[in-house]
């Protein structure tokens, strides 16, 4: 899609979703703030965009973040690709209590940014050579995030944007941002209505997650790489597998086996680490076992394009990050 009709495609969906601020009704929560004048809601957010940090972020999958020694160069730049250009909102509509992330998503740690601050922060990732620009929890900002993008689109933006999202949408919403994000990139954290009301206070989760999850579907089946083996439009369904919890993570990947379809690009991962307020069955990390028969249920469904975490669950140290620090990651 070329930039004009995206510029137009943004202006659509901010015709239909600004005046939602107003009521706030935008994710499945719904919990009618005045965005303008109130921060009451579960995200905690305003008008503007919070966030904590904006960095070349190299712990996505390989056909997201890429290698920083990658030879590829967009025409007219001599340096390489490098990582995927990620920016971390603060607050989040979920609000798990397990959170790897819960400095920013409870705590809200980070600063709001005007609409083209927020532009300028993408606009400096795609010059220091990111393959992508990866909004990460980006659903209860979704309108700054748009007036955003539409100002750094009319300035020439031209990589791959990426829609990192929990899951908890409204697929209404979703549809919204069609010919607006490229890359959907969502969790589908349960089935279980006990086990999301438990850890999320979520008992309608999948419901919501489903519908968005076929509407991304409809929207972007396949994940396209381009000639260097990178991602440049599609669906890449994530799922964190929690301990003690294989049985419904069987039941997340059945249900998009017979839903969607075993060709889905599906990643599998290992990396839970107990923090912040898990509860007491969660106070350990994923065991081998239990990631391996997870990971054996997807090959029985014939999943093609299966991406899996090598190596002992939980040790994987640079994926834990550290929001008070300036690099929060510590990358290998």
């Known amino acids: 899609m070329d930039a004009a009709k995206k510029i137009r495609r943004i202006e659509r969906a901010l015709e239909a979703l600004e005046p939602q601020e107003a009521d706030c009704a935008l994710c499945p929560r719904a919990c009618h703030v005045d965005r303008h004048?109130?921060?009451r809601?579960?995200?905690?957010?305003?008008?503007?965009?919070?966030?904590?940090?904006?960095?070349?972020?190299?712990?996505?999958?390989?056909?997201l973040s890429g290698v920083s020694d990658c030879a590829a160069v967009r025409p007219g730049q001599n340096r390489p690709k490098q990582g995927s250009g990620t920016i971390f909102f603060t607050g989040c509509n979920l609000k798990c209590l397990f959170c790897q992330n819960y400095q920013i998503s409870w705590l809200g740690q980070g600063?709001?940014?005007?609409?083209?601050?927020l532009a300028g922060a993408?606009?400096?990732?795609?010059?220091?050579?990111?393959?992508n620009i990866n909004l990460v929890s980006p659903t209860h900002v979704i309108v700054p995030v748009l007036r955003a993008l539409k100002i750094a689109c009319v300035a020439g933006l031209d990589i791959p944007i990426v829609w990192n999202s929990n899951g908890y949408e409204k697929a209404e919403i979703i549809e919204r941002l069609r010919g607006v994000?490229?890359?959907?990139?969502?969790?589908?954290k349960y089935i279980s209505p006990a086990v999301s009301k438990r850890y999320s206070d979520a008992p309608d989760y999948f419901d919501h997650a489903g519908p968005a999850l076929q509407e991304m579907y409809i929207q972007k089946p396949d994940l396209v790489l381009d000639d260097s083996g990178m991602a440049v439009q599609g669906l890449l369904v994530r799922h964190l597998i929690l301990p003690g919890h294989g049985d419904d993570s069987a039941a997340v990947l059945?249900?998009?086996?017979?839903?969607?379809?075993?060709?889905v690009s599906m990643s599998l991962m290992s990396q839970y680490r107990p923090c912040f307020r898990a509860p007491d069955e969660l106070r350990r990390t994923l065991s081998v076992e239990e990631y391996r028969m997870v990971a054996n249920r997807a090959r029985e469904l014939r999943f093609e394009n299966l991406f899996l975490q090598p190596g002992i669950p939980g040790t994987e140290d640079h994926l834990l990050p550290d929001f008070g620090r300036d690099d929060p990651f510590r990358w290998k």
């Not at 809601?41 to 056909?63: I, K, N, T, Y």
């Not at 993408?122 to 393959?131: D, F, I, P, R, T």
Request: charged share 30%; aromatic share 6%; with cysteine.
């Open 37 to 39: 004048r109130e921060k």
């Open 41 to 63: 809601g579960v995200c905690r957010s305003g008008d503007r965009a919070g966030v904590s940090q904006a960095l070349l972020h190299f712990g996505e999958e390989p056909v």
């Open 111 to 117: 600063h709001e940014l005007s609409d083209e601050e």
């Open 122 to 131: 993408m606009l400096s990732l795609e010059k220091q050579g990111a393959w």
């Open 181 to 188: 994000v490229d890359i959907y990139l969502p969790d589908l």
């Open 254 to 263: 059945e249900w998009v086996a017979r839903a969607l379809t075993p060709a």
